[in-house]
């Protein structure tokens, strides 16, 4: 569910527990639309399990609905006790160290776990609309999985990166240059590299990413 829907979630909660008493803090509709505004813009990145839990609490403790600092001293609270980053800067925190995850001290295991489940290579070179949603999602397994008393391996740390993938991507960058494209385009034409050699999945790809560049114009043969 996008930032805005969870917004008027809340709002709908919240004009529903407290009543006239939601009503009497703002004086117009236009006033509360700006407060929306605001909400989703401190809110962006929680999920909505979490912030259906935040409602939670202050439906139990609060007797007038919170501001959105309380709202946010809340979901921080909830999330302190298991000592996890909210979801987009978890999700930061995963793009940042994706090219050497095993050399990073992680703030928390459920990112390098959730990072590792989407996949460290699309999170380099994928964008931020698309990625964020699968990240988020396995994101969200792992923190249930922490909030349920599961203990989650961090990895072990290298002393130096992984030269496999290092190795894949100059493969791709090489490819990339000779094929007269930037390495945002490549990637994508590229994406069966990811997949494990002799696989159906990756020829699959392959022979998709072929169609693209026959299509394309792009004369420049596939790296296996």
């Known amino acids: 569910m996008e930032t805005k829907a969870l917004v008027n979630m809340i709002f709908a909660r919240f004009m529903a527990i407290y009543g006239h008493k939601f009503k009497s803090c703002f004086e117009s509709d236009a006033e509360i639309r700006i407060a929306k505004r605001e909400w989703a813009l401190s809110l962006r990145g929680y999920g909505e399990a979490e912030l259906v839990a935040a409602i939670d609490h202050c439906k139990?403790?609060?007797?007038?609905?919170?501001?959105?600092?309380?709202?946010?001293?809340?979901?921080?609270?909830?999330?302190?006790?298991?000592?996890?980053p909210s979801p987009h800067r978890a999700y930061e925190e995963a793009c940042r160290f994706a090219l050497e995850p095993t050399r990073h001290q992680w703030s928390h295991a459920a990112v390098y776990q959730a990072g590792r489940e989407t996949g460290w290579f699309e999170l380099r070179s994928e964008p931020e609309e698309r990625m964020f949603k699968a990240f988020s999602y396995n994101y969200e397994i792992c923190c249930r999985r922490v909030r349920n008393g599961e203990q989650l391996d961090q990895p072990?740390?290298?002393?130096?990166?992984?030269?496999?993938?290092?190795?894949?991507?100059e493969r791709m960058q090489a490819w990339a240059e000779a094929a007269g494209l930037e390495m945002d385009e490549a990637s994508k034409l590229l994406y069966y590299m990811t997949k494990p050699k002799g696989s159906r999945t990756r020829a699959r790809f392959r022979k998709q990413a072929q169609q693209q560049c026959l299509e394309k114009g792009i004369r420049e043969p596939l790296p296996e």
Do not use: H, Y
């Open 60 to 84: 139990e403790q609060l007797a007038w609905m919170p501001t959105v600092s309380e709202f946010l001293a809340i979901l921080r609270e909830q999330q302190g006790n298991f000592g996890l």
């Open 156 to 169: 072990v740390q290298k002393g130096l990166p992984d030269q496999q993938d290092n190795t894949r991507i």
